[in-house]
């Protein structure tokens, strides 16, 4: 029987080719299912990223230097060539010395294309491993390349802290009479005014101000408790409904692998709220509001991560569908929303909306198995958001903040953190609701 590396010589070129190929691809293929399956700890990866880095650096240098001494090298036995010819040409002399300058020339040149071959391919191997490390792990490489980018904007960052900040007087009035007080004399000739001030409690730029959400039914109806039946009070409804979401024990899926078509995971979306939320602290010390507005980041950067997070709560994983972290995180982004509206419009129509959501997402949070610790705090969140909509000023239908004050009574005495919170306050606790 013919051993493996007799079949081998045997193969023609295309073969041989085809079959390094497949085994290639077989390579990659165990590397993408075992090694790779889930991304590296940040700081392995940190690792890797600059070993390869280092290592190209080092292989580059090497072939310099190799390259270098080949060429001195040469040189030397060229001119120890020349040296030994005395000018003599009776015996055929200047040819031989000739030929055995083109001979160490030729073996030269042929040291030198192997050289830089085994260089290049060294090469190009670990760039290729570069390449693949980074791929792999998108959520790493995004989170370096923002914490280089971060690195070089610094000093910006820093000359906007060290900004003095507006009064609150003129915050709030929005800075309508405080151009001239702004207006500072050069040689005579006023400062072009730079506008209002900036509330200090906006954030972020909302793409549209006016907008009017509908509340779909379905969520109206679960959030309102609205399919009470009439014998029923609604202390008696609210209490067996939350009874139902606490006896739910769902088995979530799991955010380590869980992946939407596009091949975005959790950490992708958690990395550009990161973002998100680091562009709206750089801007945050910005005095004026139309200086703030063009660097500030838009409502859209904050649809598109909530929009990611929603595709992959209805992402299908071995049968289950959605996790707590996910609804929890899109309990946020949606008050996150509300506090906006309300602190730049008087749109209480998407204040309203928005709280719904989150108090939406926080109920269907609880549906799912997690810590006891955990389930209070999305419980007592949950609580909170209802007694938000009671108390807002901007206009709203009054049954729907009549009818929030009336729930929000109805689950606070079942709320062990909003309890705690009154006994270190001092309140008394029997009549606290």
């Not at 083109?102 to 191997?125: D, S």
């Not at 980018?149 to 960052?157: A, F, H, K, M, T």
């Not at 995971?265 to 550009?272: I, M, S």
């Amino acid at each position: 029987m013919k051993s493996l590396c007799e079949k081998l010589k045997t193969l023609s070129l295309g073969d041989k080719i085809n079959v390094l190929i497949a085994a290639a691809g077989l390579l990659c293929e165990l590397i993408f299912q075992g090694v790779f399956k889930h991304e590296l700890p940040r700081f392995l990866f940190s690792l890797c990223f600059f070993g390869f880095l280092l290592s190209g650096t080092a292989i580059s240098i090497s072939a310099y230097r190799q390259m270098r001494r080949q060429r001195d090298r040469y040189e030397r036995q060229r001119d120890k060539l020349l040296d030994g010819y005395d000018g003599d040409d009776a015996a055929g002399g200047y040819r031989k010395v000739r030929r055995k300058e083109i001979e160490a020339e030729r073996r030269f040149r042929v040291k030198r294309r192997k050289l830089r071959n085994r260089k290049g391919a060294q090469i190009l191997i670990v760039v290729l491993c570069e390449i693949f490390l980074c791929l792999r792990n998108p959520i790493n490489s995004l989170a370096l390349w923002n914490a280089v980018l971060v690195g070089e904007g610094q000093s910006e960052e820093a000359n906007l802290e060290s900004e003095p900040e507006p009064e609150p007087a003129a915050a709030e009035t929005g800075g309508a009479g405080s151009a001239s007080d702004d207006q500072s004399q050069v040689g005579g000739v006023a400062a072009e005014d730079p506008g209002p001030l900036k509330p200090l409690t906006f954030r972020f730029v909302l793409e549209d101000p006016d907008r009017k959400p509908d509340l779909e039914p379905d969520i109206e109806s679960v959030v309102f408790f609205l399919d009470k039946k009439a014998e029923q009070t609604l202390e008696e409804y609210v209490d067996a409904v939350m009874e139902e979401i606490a006896a739910c024990w769902r088995a979530g899926t799991d955010i380590q692998t869980l992946q939407d078509g596009d091949g975005n995971t959790f950490y992708t979306y958690t990395e550009a709220e990161n973002v998100f939320k680091r562009k709206v602290e750089a801007c945050q010390s910005e005095k004026y509001y139309y200086i703030w507005a063009e660097k500030a980041p838009t409502s859209k950067e904050l649809d598109r991560y909530m929009e990611g997070r929603e595709k992959l709560n209805l992402t299908e994983q071995d049968g289950r569908q959605g996790s707590p972290e996910l609804w929890w995180k899109l309990a946020n982004d949606n008050q996150y929303y509300a506090l906006e509206y309300e602190a730049q419009t008087q749109n209480g129509d998407a204040v309203l909306y928005y709280y719904v959501m989150s108090i939406f997402c926080a109920m269907e949070a609880l549906k799912y198995d997690m810590p006891e610790e955990q389930k209070r705090q999305i419980y007592h969140y949950m609580v909170m958001r209802y007694h938000d909509i009671g108390g807002m000023t901007l206009e709203i239908p009054l049954a729907y903040k009549e009818l929030a004050e009336d729930i929000y009574r109805c689950l606070a005495k079942n709320d062990e953190m909003l309890e705690t919170e009154k006994e270190d306050a001092g309140f008394e606790t029997d009549d606290a609701v």
